[in-house]
């Protein structure tokens, strides 16, 4: 519900501030109410007084395709310029991106967008396509067929005569019995040779066909087709789009299965196009909502610190701006739109259950390979070069885990981060002493709403040398990092968020940021090697403590050295205080 006030209010009907009080303290506008001296009431309930009828309020959305007309977005102008770049060019490419990144809403403005030029056959192979319909060429050729003239039909120009005739033609000719590929495509090449305009031809949800070997087949045709065009007609350009890269059908959505390889989609060029959100094109749409809804946020501000968190995912950060959205205009979070209020979203959203996380969940099951390697970046903090050639590394970008930082392999995004350490730490936690000793403990490290670090690394000391002091090097290298975070987790659970800075993830050192309550505390854990390495690391935390403009920093050593001095100690370097934690 969006409010307005007492003065918006009287312009609309055309009266006095004094006469909308009146109103509202009678009770006659329904819903006002006062906030201090002020009353806030609901436009829609003015708008009806006045006999204004209300275009609907645009919302985040998260399902199915987005409308400017009825959801706040990001501009799709800039890609859609850029697509069509490929698409004059004459090129055939596919739209790989992971589940939920935008790309059926991307196809639906692009087809619109083309066919100012072009005519747009655009399918849906989840749709129009079931698995029955891949039995063989000739359940697959008719099918095709038949969903080939049913989205032509959605196209606008169809209704024209000049297009209307090669349709009429091309659906009469795929009616024989059998009909194979070759008939098929021979047709296809008629129909584009006729057709007044050059045909683009678009498929969502390609995966759903990577697995069966017509559709190696069909891939094979339109190849075919694309190295012949100088002889005979064929679709001017082609998008596929869908999770899997069919450029190269070995990496399947099904890890049971025999792989094959060798795909015929070799002619495909590369789509380098950025579809994650930018801070700036978030901050653009903040200001379109601000502008409706007048919560006093800083945009700019708002909208880094959600790109921060999403790296521009485009689930995410609807998500997390639906999750605002709620709570500003339910009056449960009058300030939701401020730094406090992306926490508790942030909160909600790592801890719900949605298609998204599901999909992810069920990746992870499925392939033993690249969960070892989640959790060996995560919790051993090791480091690995980004060679999209490796299977798995292939794997986790296309699925969305994982991308390039540097060359080196990187979480995609702190959302997902936290969501993985939430979701491994609590498959560890059944039965970990840790875990166990984190919640009897988490009742004494809250302070006049603050956090207790200095108590929580001197109780994790001792809870770890009773526990593990004995550990081997190796079990301590290993699992030091998630033991810690199966202490805290109890502590942080619905009431803050953590992760881990990726630009300091390394063997050596891993600083874990904690947002508890609006506060942040910076906790380097690193493994030890030496006084000289442990200076070097100090002045690393100061340099982060100044990023961040904090004077106080903490830090946890695993140190192998039989002669350690266990405990917790306070070093103090220039106007910084770093608390250290040794085990």
């Known amino acids: 519900m969006t409010y307005i006030s007492s003065a918006k209010a009287a312009e609309i009907l055309g009266v006095t501030k004094r006469y909308i009080s009146a109103l509202c303290t009678r009770g006659k506008i329904p819903g006002a109410y006062k906030n201090g001296t002020r009353w806030k009431i609901p436009e829609d309930a003015v708008l009806a007084k006045a006999g204004i009828e ?19 977005m990001v501009s799709l102008g800039k890609r859609l310029s850029q697509v069509k770049a490929l698409v004059d060019e004459g090129k055939y490419f596919t739209i790989n991106r992971a589940r939920q990144y935008g790309k059926t809403t991307t196809l639906h403005a692009l087809s619109d967008y ?8 655009s399918m849906d192979f989840q749709m129009q396509m079931s698995d029955a319909k891949f039995k063989n060429e ?24 000049s297009f209307d005739t090669p349709l009429k033609n091309f659906s009469f000719a795929c009616r024989v019995p059998d009909l194979e590929l070759v008939e098929l495509f021979q047709e296809l090449s008629i129909f584009c040779r006729t057709l007044p305009r050059k045909v683009v031809l678009m498929i969502d949800e390609i995966d759903s066909a990577t697995n069966n070997q017509v559709f190696l087949d069909f891939l094979a045709q339109l190849r075919g087709y694309y190295n012949n065009r100088n002889r005979y007609a064929t679709f001017y350009s082609v998008i596929l789009a869908g999770v899997c890269d069919i450029k190269n059908l070995k990496r399947k959505l099904r890890p049971d299965e025999e792989h094959k390889d060798n795909s015929p989609w070799n002619i495909a060029a590369d789509f380098n196009i950025e579809m994650s959100f930018s801070p700036e094109e978030i901050a653009r749409m903040l200001k379109e909502y601000e502008a409706d809804h007048k919560t006093g946020m800083n945009a700019a501000v ?9 790296s521009g995912y485009p689930y995410l950060v609807s998500r997390i701006c639906q999750l605002l959205d709620r709570r500003y205009l339910n009056r449960e979070m009058p300030d939701a739109w401020s730094h406090k209020g992306l926490l508790s979203a942030v909160r909600e959203l790592v801890g719900e259950t949605n298609s998204l996380f599901d999909d992810m969940s069920k990746k992870i099951r499925d392939y033993s390979e690249l969960r070892a390697l989640l959790n060996d970046i995560l919790f051993c903090g090791k480091s690995f070069p980004y060679n999209p050639a490796a299977e798995m590394v292939s794997i986790g970008a296309m699925f969305g885990f994982l991308k390039n930082v540097d060359g080196q392999i990187a979480i995609s995004n702190r959302i997902f981060e936290i969501w993985l350490y939430n979701l491994f730490i609590a498959e560890d936690a059944m039965g970990s002493r840790m875990y166990d000793a984190g919640e009897r403990d988490k009742r004494e490290f809250i302070k006049n709403g603050r956090l207790d670090m200095d108590l929580i690394l001197r109780r994790f000391v001792q809870h770890f040398s009773e526990s593990f002091g004995t550990s081997t090097d190796s079990f301590i290298e290993e699992n030091g990092r998630k033991l810690f975070l199966l202490y805290i987790r109890p502590l942080i659970n619905g009431q803050g968020n953590y992760y881990i800075e990726s630009r300091t993830r390394s063997m050596g050192r891993t600083d874990l940021i904690i947002d508890y309550m609006g506060v942040r505390y910076i906790l380097e854990m690193k493994i030890w090697h030496g006084e000289e390495y442990n200076a070097r690391g100090e002045k690393q935390l100061i340099g982060y403590l100044e990023d ?19 405990g917790v100690q306070e070093i103090y370097l220039k106007d910084y205080t770093i608390v250290e934690a040794v085990v």
Not at 114 to 121: H, I, K, R, S
């Open 54 to 72: 209300k275009k609907p309020a645009r919302t985040f959305n998260t399902t199915g395709i987005c409308d400017p007309g009825l959801h706040y």
């Open 138 to 161: 000739h359940t697959f050729s008719s099918a095709f067929a038949r969903a080939f003239v049913i989205s032509c039909r959605a196209n606008p120009l169809s209704a024209n005569e």
């Open 548 to 566: 961040y403009n904090l004077k106080r920093g903490y830090m946890l050593s695993f140190n192998f050295n039989r002669n350690k001095k266990t």
């Open 114 to 121: 083309l066919n100012q030029d072009y005519f747009v056959v």
């Open 302 to 310: 708002l909208a880094r610190e959600i790109y921060d968190y999403t």
